[in-house]
């Protein structure tokens, strides 16, 4: 069967769903691959990168989605990709079924069938070489760092000089999921003082490992839901770590939010007034900006500056580090491919009764099979 790679044409996205380095083991595995013109050209991977691995280009996108059986992406396709669709093709991406039921149905009624790699039950531990959910969270995690430091006026580390002597800068980071253990890491490893807290008190040993301090709210209360993620918290405790936040936003030089609870608004944890009172030239750089934001202030896909603070709401972090991004995903996807090609004969078996598969196919030969029945747990 042969894998097709298009451009992505979702304005600002410079990932590109393969990459040489995966394309050659796709190619082990048995499988043609086609990758359109240009379709790596803003990760740094140019058409003769891919063809040097055993990739034909095709020249347009009509060609592509015509020649190919299974079809890799990043982003959900856009009316005009579903266009070109056929009866039989396999579609792997990102599709967010539950926010994009329109798309679900045009999908369906174009008898494909589709993986949707943000569905991947995370739980499962065979589950984690696929989960490009983590992997594209480390990247952000990692980018919100240095679009702090960029926006930051001075050094991440305490020095001592001949010019003078320079205090480390605090960090402090809201949510320590896997973006926001990522900015831990980032940032400790640039030699700032860092800080974390998240609802989830389990979190906090793996806090401490990369490097940061975990501060608690000082309010007990169980802070994980269902799947080990995080749930609304009672007013009590959201009125206790208010009082917390607002004694680190005045202390701290920056913060990272990351915080997210599945299905629902982002809690909102750095006010207006938190913002008024950090120093002038102190940075937020707000992860959940797409879900509505953690911060009050916060305008999704810009950087401003309020009262003094250069508040960066960004929402294509991992596309900012295209290159690396892409190489992650792109490995994802190959082990994703291992898993559906367990021949090794270049043909995919899209098999339900395993557990993973099952979880991540959301349409079958044209029939909606999302959301999958929960994982029964031995
Ligand atoms: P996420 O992006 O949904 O949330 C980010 C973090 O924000 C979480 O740690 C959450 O606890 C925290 N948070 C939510 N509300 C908060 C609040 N009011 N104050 C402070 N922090 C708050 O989460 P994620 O990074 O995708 O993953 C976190 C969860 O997913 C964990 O349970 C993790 O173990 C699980 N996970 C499991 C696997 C696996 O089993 N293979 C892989 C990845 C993630």
Redesign the pocket.
């Known amino acids: 069967q042969r894998i097709g790679v298009p451009r992505e044409i979702f304005t600002g996205e410079k990932r590109v769903a393969s990459v040489p380095e995966a394309v050659a083991k796709l190619v082990k595995l048995g499988f043609n691959v086609s990758v359109e013109a240009g379709a790596g050209g803003l990760a740094n991977f140019s058409d003769d990168d891919y063809t040097a691995v055993g990739a034909t280009i095709a020249g347009s996108a009509a060609d592509l989605w015509n020649e190919s059986d299974i079809v890799f992406k990043v982003r959900g396709p856009t009316p005009d990709e579903v266009a070109l669709m056929h009866e039989g093709q396999t579609l792997i991406g990102f599709i967010w079924p539950a926010q994009n039921p329109e798309l679900m149905q045009q999908l369906a009624d174009k008898k494909v069938t589709v993986l949707s790699i943000d569905a991947l039950p995370?739980?499962l531990s065979r589950?984690?070489k696929m989960?490009a959910?983590?992997s594209m969270?480390g990247v952000s995690g990692y980018r919100a760092v240095v679009e702090s430091a960029n926006a930051f006026g001075r050094f991440f580390n305490g020095q001592i000089t001949a010019a003078g002597k320079v205090p480390p800068a605090k960090v402090f980071i809201?949510?320590?999921?896997?973006?926001?253990l990522a900015a831990i890491g980032a940032a400790a490893s640039l030699g700032a003082i860092v800080r974390a807290?998240?609802?989830?008190a389990e979190?906090a040993d793996q806090v401490v490992s990369l490097g940061g301090e975990f501060v608690k709210v000082d309010y007990e209360e169980e802070?994980s839901g269902g799947g080990?993620?995080?749930k609304v918290?009672s007013e009590g405790f959201q009125q206790a770590?208010r009082e917390m936040y607002a004694q680190q936003a005045r202390e701290v030089d920056i913060i990272i939010t990351?915080?997210?609870?599945?299905g629902k608004p982002a809690?909102k944890?750095i006010t207006a007034d938190m913002v008024k009172s950090m120093k002038p030239g102190s940075v937020i750089v707000d992860m959940a900006a797409e879900q509505g934001g953690n911060c009050e202030l916060t305008v999704p896909g810009e950087a401003v500056v309020k009262h003094g603070v250069t508040i960066v709401g960004y929402t294509d972090l991992a596309s900012r580090m295209a290159q690396q991004s892409s190489t992650l995903y792109a490995n994802n996807l190959f082990r994703l491919s291992e898993e559906l090609c367990k021949t090794k004969d270049g043909v995919i078996n899209v098999n339900m009764e395993d557990d993973a598969i099952r979880g991540l196919t959301v349409v079958k030969d044209g029939e909606i099979t999302w959301p999958a029945p929960p994982l029964v747990v031995p």
């Open positions: 995370r739980t589950a984690q989960d959910l983590t969270a809201a949510g320590a999921g896997v973006a926001g807290n998240d609802t989830r979190v802070g080990g993620y995080a918290m770590q990351t915080a997210l609870i599945p809690p944890l």
